[in-house]
């Protein structure tokens, strides 16, 4: 079926086949080009600046938006769950800056360059990453690693199902989640709905936005800015039914790559290599072989499977080491970066 705007849910929510991501936790160094990459393509037009439809977090931490776990939506026992807006200090804020008062005003050193919080005008308590490389553990066993996010372009959309409007439908040919502008009211109860708090409110227009997984470079045939620009090689992307993708082969055929909070019952397809973590130090004081990570951590956000993939990891490093080649860890090193698109490999500079 065509897209009907404002047709029923049912047909909204149809897709052939889904465009995946992966992002390999081992690999992703919070280096935020991921963020940048999106921002500077969608979100710099008024009313978008504070929203980082792909962001990048320490976890432990309170993620993007800001303690987006605890505000509700999805789905439980295929019930659709009440959600909280975050307000736009927990969507990161936009920080303003006092350049001119530091550079032209004759203010001398009684002023300093800082940020002023677009929300209060005063100086911030919180923004986007504020808990940048806190993470959690205790000394000598502190652990973090950098979790990156973005709509993931669920095949059970619960902003889709939230929609009284009949605004927001999934590309028949790719999964692609959308909100049609021309047709979003700002009613903004899929910003409830979605557990992952992927949907921003833009205050401008009066209408919400989100992830669009670059569709305009995808329809040439460009991977999307956040996974193509990462320096870390840590993202992957493809149809998921395409068997010659990295995509295919790390969430199908070698199940390493597990979905964020599963248990929210959207069905996200992105998807996530489980960080191995550096080695504990035991209560001796020495080294351990076991990783500083706490499993039931990782379980916390990735479902049961995780010890299994951890395994998994393990085993073909090994064979790995010991020059018994692995599939698996060529595919998570890919030699090549572009056997990293799923055949979304034309140049950035292709125009339509
Ligand atoms: S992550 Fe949220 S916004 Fe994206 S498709 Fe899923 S429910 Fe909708
Ligand atoms: S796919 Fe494109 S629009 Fe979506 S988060 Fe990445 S860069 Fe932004
Ligand atoms: S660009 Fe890549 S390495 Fe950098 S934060 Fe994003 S996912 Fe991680």
Redo the contacts with the bound molecule.
């Keep these: 079926m065509a897209y009907v705007p404002g047709g029923n849910k049912d047909e909204l929510k149809k897709a052939d086949r889904q465009l995946a991501t992966v992002i390999d936790l081992n690999k992703c160094l919070g280096c935020q080009t991921c963020s940048v990459a999106c921002k500077n393509l969608w979100t710099k037009r008024p009313g978008t600046e504070h929203m980082r439809w792909a962001n990048v977090t320490t976890y432990p931490g309170k993620g993007y938006p800001r303690d987006y776990e605890k505000k509700g ?2 789905f439980s026992n295929g019930e659709p769950q009440p959600g909280k807006i975050p307000s736009m200090i927990d969507s990161g804020d936009d920080f303003q800056f006092n350049h001119s008062e530091v550079y032209y005003e004759g203010k001398g050193q009684s002023v300093r360059l800082h940020p002023v919080s677009k929300v209060t005008g005063k100086d911030p308590d919180w923004g986007y990453n504020w808990d940048e490389d806190q993470g959690g553990g205790q000394w000598p066993n502190p652990f973090f690693f950098y979790l990156a996010r973005m ?4 095949t059970k ?4 199902e939230a929609c009284p409007t009949g605004a ?1 439908f999934k590309r028949e040919k790719d999964g692609i ?1 959308l909100i049609d502008q021309d047709r979003c009211k700002g009613h903004r109860h ?1 910003v409830e ?4 708090k ?2 921003y409110f833009n205050p401008v227009a009066e209408k919400s936005e ?2 669009i997984l670059c569709f305009p470079r995808l329809d040439k045939g460009i991977a999307n800015a956040c996974n193509r620009q990462c320096p870390g090689r840590v993202r992957a992307f493809g149809y998921l039914d395409d068997r010659d993708s990295q995509v295919h082969k790390l969430v199908k055929k070698w199940k390493v790559a597990l979905p964020l909070h599963p248990e929210y019952g ?1 069905g ?1 397809n992105v998807f996530y290599v489980p960080p191995m973590g550096a080695r504990a130090f035991g209560a001796d004081g020495e080294i351990t072989d076991g990783s500083r990570i706490p499993l039931d951590v990782l379980e916390g956000l990735f479902g049961p499977d995780v010890g299994r993939v951890l395994d998994v990891l393990h085993t073909e490093r090994e064979n790995m080491k010991a020059g018994r080649g692995s599939e698996l860890m060529d595919i998570l090193i890919s030699k090549k970066w572009t056997d990293r698109f799923g055949g979304f490999t034309n140049d950035p500079l292709t125009q339509s």
Aim: hydrophobic share 30%; with cysteine.
């Design positions: 939506g999805g709509c993931n372009h669920c959309p619960a902003c889709l927001i989640v899929c709905a979605c557990p992952y992927a949907v989100k992830c959207t996200p």
